[in-house]
């Protein structure tokens, strides 16, 4: 991306340690940037840190060093229902729609709330501030059409649906709320094989289309290749390889990448990616940073 454009999120030196015994140094010193507009991969193994990342994201964990920064300023990690109506302008799409959507309220009331905080923060921001939200307001009915549903779904409970349309509904009910950096974290990994792609595309094509930063987390590189502009990836906690999709693709330069690349799972959904243990010597070598074009 242009360095000249100012980044929608800037973290640098992200440390996060998860208290026990030992504690749990999850995230070690990780660094990046998001820009407005961009579909960015974040790809690794399970229990790499990537979840970590997105809670640090969203405010939901409080990491021990460095800084994130939303259009400029800190990041206050309060938990998700009581943040600074700013920083909503973040959403995150889970990959067990439980945790996105309220099972015992119908759909529409709850893409409704996306909609009010929209319009909160609408009201809050002054002109010209970027994080206002910049899109048309719709209804839950045009939300629902949106993500290929019938807005007559409205009155139908998230357990009436089927696990690729509820995605699908907390796609529109994040998105309402008129985000400028969607997260996903995992969100298609429960889905069977034939929906990942599709709820993928959709996810990229309405974030990208609103102006938004998707930060797309997922263990298969198969359908993240297929959307992404940009991939991280992340081994034991640190970002070893980045840079544009197919430069990492065709020429990855760390170890951890090369082994990653090699298992990719045939696009069934059901691959996992290697597991190599913390401390490998030979997989801390130094980061690999392919340059933007
Ligand atoms: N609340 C927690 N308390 C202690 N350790 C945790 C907690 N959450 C995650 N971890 C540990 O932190 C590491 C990173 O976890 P996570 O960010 O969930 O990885 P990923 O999403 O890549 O699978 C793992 O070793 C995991 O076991
Ligand atoms: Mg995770």
């Given amino acids: 991306m242009p ?7 800037r973290a640098r030196d992200i440390e996060v340690v998860y208290p026990g015994h030992p504690p749990v140094r999850a995230v070690r010193g990780v660094s990046f940037d998001l820009f407005k507009g961009e ?57 067990d729609p439980g945790s996105s959507l309220n099972p015992r309220r119908p759909v529409g009331p709850q893409i409704r709330d996306g909609l009010e905080l929209a319009l909160r923060r609408r009201r809050q921001a002054g002109p010209g501030d970027p994080a206002q939200p910049a899109g048309p307001t719709a209804n839950p009915g045009d939300w629902l059409e949106r993500v290929g549903l019938a807005a007559g779904d409205q009155t139908r409970y998230p357990g009436s649906f089927s696990g690729g349309q509820r995605q699908r509904v907390a796609t529109a009910r994040a998105l309402a709320a008129e985000p400028d950096v969607l997260i996903g974290d995992e969100p298609i990994s429960a889905l069977d094989a034939s929906t990942q792609a599709k709820v993928a595309y959709l996810m990229s094509k ?42 990492v693709w065709s020429n990855p330069g760390h170890p951890y990448t090369k082994v990653l690349l090699g298992a990719i799972p045939a696009p069934d959904g059901a691959g996992r990616l290697p597991a190599v243990p913390a401390g490998t010597a030979a997989f801390d070598a130094p980061p690999v940073i392919h340059d933007d074009p």
Avoid: N
């Avoid at 990491?63 to 800190?74: K, N, R, S």
């Avoid at 938990?79 to 959403?91: A, H, M």
């Avoid at 102006?211 to 034991?236: T, Y």
């Fill in 3 to 9: 360095s000249e454009r100012a980044p929608v999120i």
């Fill in 206 to 247: 309405l974030a990208v289309s609103q102006g938004a930063v998707l930060l797309f987390i997922s263990h298969d590189l198969s359908v993240v290749r297929l959307i992404a502009d940009r991939l991280l990836v992340m081994w034991s906690g640190r970002i070893v390889e980045s840079g544009p999709t197919e430069a």
């Fill in 39 to 95: 579909v960015v991969g974040l790809v690794g193994e399970s229990g790499c840190g990537k979840s970590t990342i997105a809670k640090v994201l969203t405010g939901l964990v409080r990491p021990a060093g460095g800084a994130v920064e939303y259009h400029g300023q800190p990041i206050r990690p309060l938990g998700v229902r009581r943040r600074p109506l700013f920083q909503t302008g973040i959403q995150m799409v889970f990959q």
